[in-house]
């Protein structure tokens, strides 16, 4: 059994809403008459209505300026409305209804069934987008929790990598030196050393510890620096304020993955002379920005075409909505920006009681 809808029926005539009562009925719908612009405003806000019926010439404030205050509030800017006029039967009246907002303009005298069917077709497309939205919801949730999962399993696998494999390579390195035969333990130890050296950047790499343990700022900053050596390319940090406070783990988390796949993006496919991230908490707005000068991205790619954006894109674009963000990527002219901003709460920040990190938060580009 479906949930009756709330229709909303607006005329100054009692008699034409008992008219459109009488038509409607049948569909099983909530019918909510109304004799005014104020009344039918009021019932908006305190009710969900699913579709208006609105009179076009109605006292005081006609049906085109009623519609056009509707469709300012965000809430009501998808909302169905209908048009209904026994004066305005023109061409023109209706298409001045269309630009006014309506979804359909209908003429008196009424013919019961098509006004029925069209009621019936409008609310069909309500509950549908209704059931949409709900499974984007249940897809976003359910995105949002395998990306919490990832970071939980990155962080466990670097932890046994790091304590596990890495404790047994230095095991093997005293060993080595431990070696009488030096043509053996010199290149051995050399060896065990490279093979110590991967073990850490892999496990930095899956989940660095300093994200933990000192916050974003840190664990950014030895981030870059590390690209900065491996990749060749020069990249500035700039993180303000410094201290930089520290926020949820999870939100932490979110803002270095962003920054590390957008970094990780430039040092693949830019072919960049030079990178910048920046990260500012100004008031209660998170901000990052990862700006490079190289080839830019295709037209593609910026509006999120199916198929067009990697899985790296819309991993980040995810994180955002995740915390009610807005993620976007565009062309720098030169280059391409990846920009995102997350509403930090003041509360929530005031809530988190780790400590702040170091106040070294600045890495120096390299010369090239």
């Known amino acids: 059994m479906l949930e009756p809808l709330n229709i909303l029926l607006v005329d100054d005539q009692p008699s034409k809403l008992l008219t459109y009562e009488a038509v409607l009925s049948e569909l099983g719908e909530n019918l909510i008459k109304t004799q005014s612009a104020q ?3 009021d019932w908006l ?3 969900d209505i699913a579709m208006v019926l609105l009179d076009v010439s109605m006292p005081e404030i ?3 300026r009623l519609a056009d205050i509707i469709r300012e509030h965000p809430r009501f ?3 169905a409305i209908i048009f209904i006029s ?3 039967l023109t061409d023109r009246d ?3 209804g269309y630009e006014h907002g309506a979804v359909d303009y209908i003429s008196v005298p009424i013919v019961p069934e ?3 069917a069209k009621v019936r077709i409008f609310s069909t497309l309500y509950r549908k987008t209704r059931e949409l939205e709900a499974v984007n919801n249940e897809v976003r949730r359910l995105s949002g929790r395998i990306l919490r999962v990832q970071d939980e399993e990155r962080r466990r696998i670097a932890r046994e990598i790091h304590d596990g494999l890495g404790q047994d390579l230095m095991a093997a390195k005293m060993i080595a030196e431990g070696i009488p035969v030096p043509e053996v333990s010199g290149p051995l130890g050399r060896c065990i050393d490279n093979a110590i050296k991967q073990v850490r950047n892999i496990s930095f790499l899956l989940h660095p510890p300093l994200l933990d343990e000192c916050g974003l700022g840190m664990a950014l900053q030895v981030f870059v620096d590390g690209l900065n050596k491996r990749s060749g390319i020069p990249v500035s940090l700039q993180i303000e304020p410094a201290p930089f406070p520290r926020v949820p783990l999870e939100l932490e988390t979110a803002i270095y993955r962003i920054a590390q796949e957008a970094m990780t993006n430039v040092f ?6 030079h990178a910048s991230v920046n990260i500012s908490l100004r008031n209660t707005q998170l901000t990052i920005e990862v700006r490079d000068d190289g080839q830019g991205i295709s037209n593609d790619i910026a509006p999120f075409r199916p198929g067009a954006a990697g899985v790296g894109l819309a991993g980040m674009a995810q994180r955002c909505k995740e915390f009610g963000g807005e993620f976007k990527i565009c062309n720098g002219h030169p280059g391409t920006v990846v920009a995102a901003s997350i509403p930090v709460p003041a509360t929530v920040r005031a809530a988190s009681k780790r400590p702040a990190e170091p106040q070294k938060l600045r890495a120096k580009p390299v010369a090239s």
């Open 39 to 41: 009344e039918a405003l």
């Open 45 to 47: 806000l305190k009710a």
């Open 62 to 64: 006609d049906g085109y």
């Open 77 to 79: 800017r998808e909302i």
């Open 86 to 88: 026994a004066i305005h």
């Open 94 to 96: 209706r298409l001045k």
């Open 114 to 116: 098509l006004l029925r």
């Open 268 to 273: 693949r496919h830019s072919r960049a002379q």
